[in-house]
């Protein structure tokens, strides 16, 4: 056998050894739940957790892939394990938008023919019923599109394919709240790929942040109209996550093939521009973001490979980003790939689920490292409702420790894609057993709906997540 020259040799045995030290830190690391968190078992499920929802009463509704999306949405309950069935909506709502209407209904639109052909049906699922209202037809079938809550509660309903491949539906269209019907935007035609990234931005419009590199602000009042907003610095992202914090879009990764890198817009100023910030620990595409009480992004799932979606070289554990401190920390691993079909949600006790994925059948649940850092602070009371701008007060035996008070829409994802999520952080002070808690200035930034209020102590250890609702005006 013939042996490379001396230097390389030494070389290649100090990798190895580098390697070995490595794997040696991340096992003694992996063995410290407060530094990495852990993972439970894998759960083992009838459907694909395809398309998931975190209901205003704290459990999640999930319903599958393909011929999936005909039957009956499933029920878990993250307190004690046990799936149900929801009623069947009364056709296939696989490949739908969803988002949360302000009174907790969640409003569904569109749904699948076949791959690329687009239903133009839209429903609204009660949690307190239990029950399925169908509303009226759209202008068109839509097959990947994407709803997002106006500061009113009506809601834009955006892209999404009618008949075939690249047959986009190109207009977008309002549904009003009030009356249950639609207006649609003649004025703001554009061809937007699948699942456009938007956000409702703090100036009332909403902000096309991705997957393609230009962003545009769409005006959704009278017959809609786009303008032009800044670039991104990398290129297009598809299949990459994007979130909302305090008004600030940041995009994580996507592209094929992916990248690691990670950007950021200031929607707050005057004249917004993309940035990067730090990059992730490894390539993604087909990720997926949660934001947590603490005001840092958890990052689970998708594929480092450069195809689609490229099942041999998963991704498997999790990091955690801190917009704070601009820094990444590298978390405990799961098991199952979870790619193309995955989704991840916020649970009311601080936990994360992830499950699906392309004919996959299961989910795993996260703990995240705070979970592990003691005691978490009790909230004895607090409103359920709140006004924009208005204080109100928790009570708590923990106030002096209190450091956080954030505010995080509930979960409502499918294809990398929350159409529901953003964390608003907010200004409290502290009194004799209680705080004094400022709701967010206005509808903007936390339009009207149902969302979870935690409280984080000096330790970074959060609540329990109790349920609080933004009315409509």
């Given at each position: 056998?013939?042996?490379p020259?001396?230097?390389?040799?030494?070389?290649?045995?100090a990798?190895h050894l580098?390697?070995?030290?490595?794997l040696?830190?991340?096992?003694?690391?992996?063995?410290?739940?407060s530094?990495t968190?852990?993972?439970?078992?894998?759960?083992?499920?009838?459907?694909?957790?395809?398309?998931l929802?975190?209901?205003p009463d704290g459990?999640v509704?999930?319903?599958?892939?393909?011929?999936?999306?005909?039957?009956?949405?499933?029920?878990?309950d993250?307190?004690?394990?046990?799936?149900?069935?929801?009623?069947?909506?009364?056709?296939n709502?696989?490949?739908?938008?969803?988002?949360?209407l302000s009174?907790?209904?969640?409003?569904?639109?569109?749904g699948h023919?076949?791959?690329h052909?687009?239903?133009?049906d839209?429903?609204?699922f009660?949690f307190?019923?239990n029950?399925?209202t169908r509303l009226?037809?759209m202008n068109?079938?839509?097959?990947?599109?994407?709803n997002?809550?106006?500061?009113?509660?009506?809601?834009?309903?955006?892209?999404?394919?009618?008949?075939?491949?690249?047959?986009i539906?190109?207009?977008?269209q309002?549904?009003?709240?009030g009356?249950?019907?639609?207006?649609t935007?003649?004025?703001?035609?554009?061809?937007?790929?699948f699942y456009?990234?938007?956000f409702l931005?703090?100036?009332g419009?909403?902000?096309?942040?991705g997957s393609?590199?230009?962003s545009l602000?769409?005006?959704?009042?009278?017959?809609?109209?786009w303008?032009?907003?800044?670039l991104?610095?990398f290129?297009?992202?598809?299949?990459?996550?994007?979130?909302f914090?305090?008004g600030?879009?940041t995009?994580?990764?996507?592209?094929?093939p992916?990248?690691?890198?990670?950007?950021?817009?200031?929607?707050?100023?005057?004249?917004?521009?993309?940035?990067?910030v730090a990059?992730?620990?490894?390539r993604?595409?087909q990720?997926n973001?949660?934001?947590?009480?603490d005001?840092?992004?958890?990052?689970v799932?998708g594929?480092?490979g450069s195809?689609?979606?490229?099942?041999?070289s998963?991704?498997?554990?999790a990091?955690?980003?801190n917009p704070a401190t601009?820094?990444?920390?590298?978390?405990?691993?799961?098991?199952?790939?979870?790619?193309?079909?995955?989704?991840a949600?916020?649970?009311?006790?601080?936990?994360?689920?992830s499950?699906?994925?392309?004919?996959?059948?299961?989910?795993?649940?996260f703990s995240?490292p705070?979970?592990?850092?003691?005691?978490?602070?009790?909230i004895?009371?607090?409103?359920?409702?709140?006004?924009?701008?208005?204080?109100?007060?928790?009570?708590?035996?923990?106030?002096a420790?209190i450091t956080?008070?954030?505010l995080?829409?509930l979960?409502?994802t499918?294809?990398?894609?929350d159409m529901?999520?953003?964390?608003?952080?907010l200004?409290f002070?502290?009194t004799?057993?209680a705080l004094?808690?400022?709701?967010?200035?206005?509808?903007?930034l936390a339009?009207?709906g149902?969302?979870?209020?935690?409280?984080?102590?000096?330790a970074?250890?959060?609540?329990?997540?109790?349920?609080?609702?933004?009315?409509?005006p």
């Open positions: 056998m013939r042996h020259p001396l230097p390389r040799r030494c070389a290649v045995l990798v580098l390697g070995l030290v490595v040696g830190a991340t096992s003694a690391r992996a063995q410290v739940p530094l968190g852990r993972w439970s078992s894998v759960l083992t499920w009838p459907i694909s957790a395809t398309h929802s975190l209901m459990k509704l999930f319903f599958g892939e393909f011929a999936e999306g005909a039957l009956p949405p499933r029920r878990w993250p307190s004690t394990g046990a799936l149900t069935t929801y009623p069947y909506a009364g056709y709502i696989f490949c739908s938008g969803h988002s949360f009174n907790g209904k969640l409003l569904v639109t569109g023919i076949a791959s052909v687009g239903l133009p839209t429903s609204a009660d307190n019923t029950t399925w009226p037809d068109a079938g839509r097959w990947y599109p994407t997002t809550t106006l500061s009113n509660g009506d809601v834009v309903v955006i892209s999404g394919e009618i008949a075939g491949a690249g047959d539906n190109e207009i977008p309002r549904f009003i709240a009356t249950n019907t639609w207006r935007l003649t004025g703001a035609r554009r061809n937007l790929p456009p990234k938007m931005a703090p100036n419009q909403l902000f096309y942040a393609l590199r230009g602000w769409l005006n959704p009042n009278g017959n809609g109209a303008t032009t907003g800044p991104s610095n290129g297009g992202r598809s299949y990459g996550p994007a979130v914090i305090d600030k879009v995009l994580f990764g996507g592209g094929e992916p990248t690691a890198t990670v950007e950021q817009i200031d929607l707050t100023v005057a004249a917004p521009s993309w940035r990067y990059p992730m620990s490894i993604r595409r990720h973001a949660v934001l947590l009480p005001g840092t992004v958890l990052i799932g594929s480092s195809g689609f979606d490229d099942a041999t998963p991704v498997r554990h990091e955690l980003y601009n820094t990444w920390t590298s978390l405990a691993s799961q098991v199952r790939y979870r790619g193309y079909h995955s989704t949600a916020l649970l009311p006790d601080g936990r994360v689920l499950a699906g994925g392309a004919n996959e059948r299961t989910a795993e649940v995240p705070y979970l592990f850092k003691g005691a978490r602070p009790v004895t009371a607090a409103p359920t409702t709140s006004q924009p701008g208005a204080t109100f007060s928790i009570t708590t035996p923990d106030a420790r956080r008070v954030s995080i829409a979960n409502s499918t294809h990398t894609f529901n999520q953003r964390l608003l952080t200004a002070t502290r004799s057993g004094t808690v400022t709701a967010p200035p206005n509808r903007n339009p009207p149902y969302y979870q209020l935690f409280i984080v102590n000096d970074g250890v959060p609540s329990y997540g109790r349920r609080l609702r933004i009315p409509p």
